[in-house]
């Protein structure tokens, strides 16, 4: 089994930053890809960013220019910086692990969520 841990949520004031970090442990030889989500109140979950074992970075269209997801590859640990936040970045923000599969990935593992609420 694996495990997926996330941490660095918290409450900003809207233009600040916030760094949140994600680490899977246990058994993780099935683990290619890990990403980010997240879901606000009311809205369906959207992911933000994924990178994959091999390093591709792929970001949603929504995402581009104010997030930015890394990866520390010995650790299997990622990151997500976000930056210049608004409020309506509020949300509880997911990691997630899993395959790369086709024609979509595939994740199998979820952390409990970090809740990120960004203030007027």
């Known amino acids: 089994q694996v495990q997926v841990a996330e941490s660095g949520g918290g409450v900003v004031q809207a233009g600040g930053s916030l760094r949140l970090t994600c680490v899977a442990s246990g058994n993780q030889f099935s683990i290619n890809v890990m990403a980010w989500f997240r879901q606000a109140p009311g809205k369906e979950r959207e992911l933000i960013a994924s990178?994959?074992?091999?390093?591709?970075?792929e970001y949603a269209d929504s995402a581009k220019g104010r997030f930015t997801i890394a990866r520390d590859s010995g650790k299997n640990t990622v990151y997500l910086r976000a930056d210049n936040l608004k409020p309506e970045d509020t949300a509880i923000y997911y990691c997630?692990?899993?395959?790369?599969?086709?024609?979509?990935?595939?994740?199998?593992?979820w952390g409990q969520g970090t809740q990120v609420t960004v203030s007027s």
């Open positions: 990178i994959s074992s091999g390093g591709t970075a």
């Open positions: 997630a692990a899993g395959r790369i599969g086709f024609p979509n990935y595939i994740y199998d593992y």
